[in-house]
Every structure is written in C-alpha cells, then in structure tokens.
C-alpha cells in the first residue's frame, strides 16, 4: 500500500496538540467485556507516545486491513 504525507497546521504548539488529542480517544486497551473488544466508547482509538501518535477506528468487526493514521506533532519552523 502506498504512504500518503499529509501536512496539517495548528494554532496550538505540539504539547497542547496532543493533550487535546488525548482527550478525544481511548487508548487502544483489549478488554474480553466490550463488543469492540477494546476498552471505552470513543469512536476513535489509539497511542500517543511523544509526539507521536497511531489512531484507528473502533471496529465491532475484525478487519486486520482498516486503515491506521501515524503520525508525528511537530513545532513549524
């Protein structure tokens, strides 16, 4: 599959970036009590590590496919 770059621009410096980032998924945590077989209810699953980040849909289905976004928080200039 092809890598696609893509350049996304902030107001917010990376740090706050990514705590806002934070605050809108749920870690990608395996659970045996959730028909998505991850822990929470956000829509959106994922890491944060750094600056860096993997973001995934939660899935109710196994697809060893779906997409994942990484990516990196980085200040301009």
Do not use: C
């Not at 890598?3 to 990376?14: A, E, M, N, R, T």
């Not at 705590?19 to 009590?33: C, H, M, S, V």
């Amino acid at each position: 599959m092809k890598k696609l770059d893509i350049v996304l621009h902030s107001d917010y410096p990376p740090t706050t970036s990514i705590a806002r980032l934070a605050g809108q998924i749920d870690l990608d945590e395996r659970t045996l009590f959730s028909f998505s077989g991850y822990k929470g209810k956000k829509p959106i699953l994922g890491r944060i590590a750094g600056n860096e980040f993997r973001l995934h849909k939660r899935r109710y289905w196994r697809n060893s496919f779906g997409p994942v976004l990484f990516g990196q928080m980085i200040a301009d200039g």
